[in-house]
Each structure stands twice: as structure tokens, then as C-alpha cells.
């Protein structure tokens, strides 16, 4: 299995939104509706921000949603604040125990 | 309070065994998956695999089969990474996880560094 694919970069201004890609196969990202989101800040763990395509854990801002067309998910941020400038990873289950995560996207807020 | 506490940085030699750990606490820890993923410096995350301390299942990812041995000891809430045998290429940060009821990952360690260098 490959890793899932992400663009390498985006960014926006503060208030506008963005949203993040996350392509796989049919062998993972479309067969399951378990895609989970991650945002990393420089230096830190990562944090769950989406998981099951589109649920958000109790205490991550609505601005943060999740949706899935097909092989393609998708992470959307509305509103973007200064705070949201990190990286941030798509993951989805491959089935058999195997989890595969995306290469990554730099958000940069201009 | 759910919280993964992993062990400290360590720096090794080519061709040394490691053992690093991942201690759970605030929640039945034989209950719940605990993985671990690996982030190489300014590169992305990587899953390794993952195991049950409730009766030590354990899964890898086909990329770390034989390369690295995941175990667990349930009686003191720990998990656990291994190598027999370092390459300068283990070089990176290893975050333990917990995977919930669901196929998603809740709670991170804050990362072990590991360094391996002649």
C-alpha cells in the first residue's frame, strides 16, 4: 500500500477558507468511511481534529470539517485564524490492520 | 486523565538494540489498541503497527515487519518498541498512540527521538 496523497502546501488569509485533499483507492479512503484528520504544530504531537470522515472530537472548533467524495477526503477550515498554521496528516484504514497516512500539507495563514 | 507518557531522547550507534516505552494511564489500558508511528526529520507520518495489551495481538505494518518488535506488559500499563539492530535510517521521532473504539487515534505520546549515529 501506498501512502494517501496530499498537496504539499496551501494557504489563505485570515477569515477565508481552505480545504485540504486527501486521495487514495478504492482499496482504503473508498471503501471505508474511516478517515481521520491530525493537525501538528511545530515541535508537537499531533492532535485529532476529524475522525470517521466527518465527526469532530469534543473540543475542536466547528470551523474544522470533514467529507469524502469517492477516493478523495477532504478537510476543510473556515475562518481561518493565524492559530491553524501547521501541518496537517489525512490517515485511513486499508483494511487487514493496515493504516495508511497522507504525506502531509503545510498550512500557511498569509 | 488519559495521558501516553513515552521514555526520553536517546542516541545510539549503528547496530545497537533499543527498547523504548510508551507508559498509559487514566483509562483501562488493557482495553484499547496502542500503536506506534514513526516521523523521519521534516518528513511525514508513518504507521508501524499496533497491539492489544489485553492479550498482546499484535499487527505490523508490511514496511516494519521484521525490523522493529512492538510488545506490551499490561501489568505496569506499558507499551513497547524494539530494535535488535539500529541503522543510521531509525533516525526519527516515534510517537506511541492509542487507537479508539473506533479506527482512529485520540491520544499521542509526546514522542521519543531517536538518534542513531557513528
Known amino acids: 500500500q501506498s501512502a494517501l496523497t496530499q498537496p504539499a502546501s496551501v494557504s489563505g488569509s485570515p477569515g477565508q477558507s481552505i480545504t485540504i485533499s486527501c486521495t487514495g483507492t478504492?482499496?482504503?479512503?473508498?471503501?471505508?468511511?474511516?478517515v481521520s484528520w491530525y493537525q501538528q504544530h511545530p515541535g508537537k504531537a499531533p492532535k485529532l481534529m476529524i475522525y470517521?470522515?466527518?465527526k469532530r472530537p469534543s473540543g475542536v472548533s466547528n470551523r474544522f470539517s470533514g467529507s469524502k467524495s469517492g477516493n478523495t477526503a477532504s478537510l476543510t477550515i473556515s475562518g481561518l485564524q493565524a492559530e491553524d498554521e501547521a501541518d496537517y496528516y489525512c490517515?485511513?484504514?486499508?483494511?487487514?490492520?493496515?493504516?495508511?497516512f497522507g504525506g502531509g500539507t503545510t498550512l500557511t495563514v498569509l | 486523565e488519559v495521558q501516553l507518557v513515552q521514555s526520553g531522547a536517546e542516541v545510539k550507534k549503528p547496530g545497537e538494540s533499543l527498547k523504548i516505552s510508551c507508559k498509559g494511564s487514566?483509562?483501562?489500558?488493557?482495553?484499547?489498541?496502542i500503536g506506534w508511528v514513526r516521523q523521519m526529520p521534516g518528513k511525514g507520518l508513518e504507521w508501524m503497527g499496533i497491539?492489544?495489551?489485553?492479550?498482546?495481538?499484535?499487527r505490523y505494518s508490511p514496511s516494519f515487519q521484521g525490523q522493529v518488535t512492538i510488545s506490551a506488559d499490561k501489568s505496569i500499563n506499558t507499551a513497547y518498541l524494539q530494535w535488535n539492530s539500529l541503522k543510521d535510517s531509525d533516525t526519527a521521532m516515534y510517537h506511541c498512540?492509542?487507537?479508539?473504539?473506533?479506527?482512529?487515534?485520540?491520544?499521542w505520546g509526546q514522542g521519543t527521538l531517536v538518534t542513531v549515529s557513528s
Open positions: 498512540v492509542r487507537r479508539s473504539n473506533g479506527e482512529y487515534y485520540d491520544y
Open positions: 487514566g483509562y483501562s489500558f488493557s482495553s484499547y489498541w
Open positions: 497491539i492489544y495489551p489485553g492479550d498482546s495481538d499484535t
Open positions: 478504492s482499496s482504503d479512503v473508498g471503501t471505508y468511511n474511516l
Open positions: 470517521e470522515v466527518t
Open positions: 490517515c485511513s484504514y486499508a483494511g487487514n490492520f493496515i493504516v495508511l
